[in-house]
């Protein structure tokens, strides 16, 4: 088993922030798509409102009021819509 050098991992990050403020290191960046209507993904999973609502850890009432667009989800729920719409496979093998 390898053991971390946390120490060295810290100067090495400290070294990346001076080329980048130097302008000789670019930063990578990822965009993120925006997931479709919670309703389209549950539809697609071929998935109860119940059983959904229990795989994204939110309230029945929750994931009702985002299909009927009351309410949006917001931080953690749009990754985990993310993830059940780009691998449904992660949700099938929790269901």
Not at 30 to 43: A, D, F, G, M, V
Not at 79 to 95: G, K, M, N, S, T
Request: zero cysteines.
């Amino acid at each position: 088993m390898n053991k971390r050098d946390i120490g060295l991992e810290i100067l090495e990050g400290l070294n990346e922030i001076k080329q980048f403020k130097r302008g000789s290191v670019d930063l990578k960046t990822t965009e993120l798509s925006e997931p479709s209507e919670p309703k389209i993904i549950r539809s697609k999973l071929k998935l109860s409102q119940s059983a959904f609502a229990g795989l994204l850890g939110v309230s029945m009432r929750t994931l009702q009021d985002w299909e009927q667009g009351r309410r949006s989800p917001q931080g953690p729920a749009i990754a985990l819509l993310r993830i059940a719409e780009q691998h449904p496979e992660v949700f099938a093998d929790l269901h």
